[in-house]
């Protein structure tokens, strides 16, 4: 079974900086991309930041400048946030697109979230 577990939430001064960590487990055959969304509270999802299997990268106008995605050659994806504000205040979520066999088939996974709290 294929999970995705996010850490590195947790409460941050405005200006600061968070690292949040995505790991993928279980049996897959090749991850197709990975990204990043937020849920603020009363608000949508919104996709902040996403990275390709290739390595290509791409991010919401809010964050350009701000986040950074990277991945390692583990199955893991990264989102480095600098300079913080309150509105980057949301539960994050990691989104995988993976395939499971030579099939090609992709399969679309989610964490469970971590909660990103800027305030003073």
């Known amino acids: 079974q294929v999970q995705l577990v996010e850490s590195g939430g947790g409460l941050v001064q405005p200006g600061g900086s968070l690292r949040l960590s995505c790991v993928v487990s279980?049996?897959?055959?090749?991850?197709?991309?990975m990204g990043w969304y937020r849920q603020a509270q009363g608000k949508q999802r919104e996709w902040v930041a996403a990275?390709?299997?290739?390595?290509?990268t791409s991010y919401a106008d809010s964050v350009k400048g701000r986040f950074t995605i990277s991945r390692d050659n583990a199955d893991a994806v990264y989102l480095q946030m600098n300079s913080l504000t309150p509105q980057d205040t949301a539960v994050y979520y990691c989104?995988?697109?993976?395939?499971?066999?030579?099939?090609?088939?992709?399969?679309?996974?989610w964490g469970q979230g971590t909660q990103v709290t800027v305030s003073s």
């Open positions: 990275i390709t299997g290739g390595g290509s």
């Open positions: 989104r995988g697109l993976v395939t499971l066999d030579t099939t090609g088939k992709e399969y679309e996974y």
């Open positions: 279980g049996t897959i055959f090749r991850i197709n991309a």
